[in-house]
């Protein structure tokens, strides 16, 4: 709960900058950002040298359109009789469609999880 407007704007912000700057100094997307995925609180830090793991695309209603989509494609695609995952003597074996998160769609994520 904010008692301010300010609160809330500057909880944004604090979320869009530790997001950037986990992608630029780290290389590291969220790539779930979602409203159980968020956390509002004063001195949190994470620990320099940390791992974790990689992998997921989002949880759907918090997904940018463009993943949206893209996951829409690779569904289709792996749908259809030809990129069939079964396998024929005679067949090959279709790798998967990549999906391709951006800095951008983690804001996306952002800006859908405070509407």
């Given at each position: 709960?904010?008692w301010?407007?300010?609160?809330?704007?500057?909880?944004?912000?604090?979320?869009?900058?530790?997001?950037?700057?986990?992608?630029?100094?780290?290389?590291?997307?969220?790539?779930?950002?979602?409203?159980?995925?968020?956390?509002?609180?004063?001195d949190?830090?994470?620990?320099q040298g940390?791992?974790y793991?990689?992998?997921?695309?989002?949880?759907?209603?918090?997904?940018?359109?463009?993943?949206?989509?893209?996951?829409?494609?690779?569904?289709?695609?792996?749908?259809?009789?030809?990129?069939?995952?079964?396998?024929?003597?005679?067949?090959?074996?279709?790798?998967?469609?990549?999906?391709?998160?951006?800095?951008?769609?983690?804001?996306?994520?952002?800006?859908?999880v405070?509407?």
């Amino acid at each position: 709960m904010f008692w301010m407007k300010a609160e809330l704007l500057g909880a944004i912000w604090d979320i869009i900058r530790i997001q950037k700057t986990a992608v630029e100094e780290k290389g590291i997307l969220h790539r779930d950002c979602s409203l159980n995925n968020s956390m509002i609180e004063d001195d949190v830090f994470i620990a320099q040298g940390q791992k974790y793991a990689r992998g997921g695309m989002g949880t759907m209603p918090f997904m940018s359109q463009s993943l949206l989509f893209q996951l829409s494609e690779a569904v289709d695609s792996i749908a259809t009789p030809e990129r069939s995952l079964k396998c024929t003597p005679n067949s090959h074996v279709v790798p998967a469609r990549l999906i391709i998160h951006h800095y951008e769609d983690d804001l996306e994520s952002v800006f859908y999880v405070f509407i």
